[in-house]
């Protein structure tokens, strides 16, 4: 069942602006991720932050966890036209079952 | 990290019929994991395929309406029976990378008409 609640629903950007994105949960973690679809297609995972973590990069991501919010934002800077897609958060609980996010859309203009 | 190769990419298909997804990974695991993504909605966890037992299925799926075989540690089928037009949906299989995310097949975009 989905957990997580993200907003914004839909951002759109201008080509070299930063994009941020939050994620809520409701119940404990092991970790949370992310991923990114293109067009319906199968998701990409980009990032895993575990729940001792409170901030982690890769590349031109930054994703921090607030686990006494139980929310977590993930950060694209200097965005790009191929950042177009939509964004999903994703916690994994002890079950080891992913709850999925509503998604969040993102437009990069150029 | 696991490839994964889904098949089929898309199709149509007549209401009252069966479609078959296929999901090959080219390395061994434990778990397979199917989901559901309605048009514009996020993934819904359909069941979990583990080799050698029954699928385990989550609250609102069947095993009548999505049959699930894993017969090897590299392959599993979800067959979407008797579809109707609330059907069409995106399918997708994942695999646990065990600490390092999931990986996800290609997917499979059903439209039932």
């Known amino acids: 069942s989905q957990q997580g609640e993200e907003d914004p629903q839909a951002l759109s950007i201008q080509e070299g602006e930063n994009a941020t994105m939050n994620c809520s949960y409701k119940?404990?973690?092991?970790?949370l991720q992310w991923y990114r679809q293109n067009s319906g297609r199968g998701l990409v995972h980009l990032i895993l932050?575990?729940?001792?973590?409170r901030e982690k990069h890769s590349g031109r991501l930054r994703v921090t966890l607030d686990t006494s919010k139980k929310s977590s934002s993930l950060l694209i800077t200097a965005s790009r036209a191929a950042d177009t897609a939509s964004y999903f958060c994703?916690?994994?609980?002890?079950?080891?079952?992913?709850?999925f996010g509503a998604g969040t859309t993102v437009t990069v203009r150029a | 990290s696991a490839v994964i190769s889904q098949k089929p990419s898309r199709d149509i298909c007549q209401r009252g019929t069966s479609l078959t997804i296929q999901c090959q990974v080219d390395?061994?695991?434990?778990?397979m994991f199917w989901y559901r993504q309605q048009p514009g909605q996020s993934l819904t966890l359909i069941a979990t395929?583990?080799?050698?037992?029954?699928?385990?299925?989550e609250s609102g799926f069947v095993i009548d309406k999505f049959p699930i075989s894993r017969p090897n540690l590299t392959f599993s089928t979800l067959t979407v029976s008797n579809m109707s037009p609330e059907d069409s949906s995106i399918y997708l299989c994942?695999?646990?990378?065990?600490?390092?995310?999931?990986?996800f097949g290609s997917g499979t975009r059903l439209t039932v008409v």
């Open positions: 395929a583990n080799q050698g037992s029954e699928a385990t299925y």
């Open positions: 390395s061994q695991v434990t778990m």
């Open positions: 119940t404990s973690i092991n970790n």
């Open positions: 932050i575990r729940s001792n973590e």
């Open positions: 994942s695999v646990d990378e065990v600490g390092d995310g999931y990986t």
């Open positions: 994703a916690t994994d609980g002890d079950d080891y079952k992913l709850s």
